[in-house]
């Protein structure tokens, strides 16, 4: 157990809607980071908060958007869905954003129809 | 570019071989790499790291090589077991928040 916390597990929706997919870091943790898996694929990187800042941006479609809250959990909230979107997406955090190690929590399996 | 998306290269060894697992990174200024390990359905687990001031590091069965030179890391499991079976993936921080990943390697122990 890594100690972050993603929800939902799974979640199935059709074409054209929104999900909001949440992370609870470790304790301690400040950083937050959120990350795209699809099939059989390497981890695209979407964006980091620090602290409830954006720090760094990905690849992240304008359709996504994400914020970190002051008691740091983190919401990735994806809107206008397409088929394409479905995948894993896993939150990862760290102590400080800059270097250590990647806590990943299980991930948020989204499967769009 | 950053972790392009590629069907995954598999590695099969034998049960008790050593494996050898390379990853190519991409940016010079990279200064920190890990090395993760994802088993089917779950997140990527933190396996060994290096910093950019060492050419090789050990764990417990395992060996990180990093070759600054040509941009060439390695991991190198002893006396693989079917429990190592997963995908591997490399990840590179180049000093900008985030962390790039490789695109992965499959192992597959055979019994």
């Known amino acids: 157990d890594s100690g972050v916390t993603q929800t939902p597990k799974h979640l199935i929706t059709a074409t054209g809607q929104r999900v909001t997919l949440r992370c609870s870091p470790r304790s301690g943790d400040l950083s937050v980071y959120w990350y795209q898996q699809s099939l059989d694929q390497g981890l695209q990187f979407l964006i980091q908060?620090?602290?409830?800042?954006?720090?760094a941006k990905g690849n992240i479609l304008e359709r996504f958007s994400a914020q970190q809250f002051p008691d740091l959990h983190s919401e990735l909230n994806l809107s206008s869905l397409e088929l394409g979107d479905s995948a894993l997406y896993f939150c990862?955090?760290?102590?400080?954003?800059?270097?250590?190690?990647?806590?990943f929590g299980e991930g948020s399996r989204l499967t769009v129809l | 570019g950053e972790s392009v998306g590629l069907h995954l290269p598999t590695l099969s060894v034998q049960e008790g071989d050593n494996s050898i697992i390379n990853c190519a990174y991409s940016n010079s200024a990279s200064d920190y790499f890990i090395w993760y390990k994802q088993e089917s359905g779950k997140g990527p687990q933190f396996i060994i790291d290096i910093r950019s001031n060492m050419d090789k590091r050990q764990g417990q069965r395992v060996t990180v090589l990093l070759n600054k030179t040509v941009k060439h890391l390695s991991l190198q499991i002893a006396a693989t077991q079917p429990g190592d079976s997963a995908v591997y993936f490399c990840a590179e921080n180049p000093g900008t928040y985030k962390y790039i990943f490789g695109t992965g390697t499959r192992l597959k122990v055979l019994a």
């Open positions: 908060y620090y602290n409830g800042e954006e720090r």
């Open positions: 990862a955090s760290s102590v400080t954003g800059s270097t250590g190690e990647l806590f």
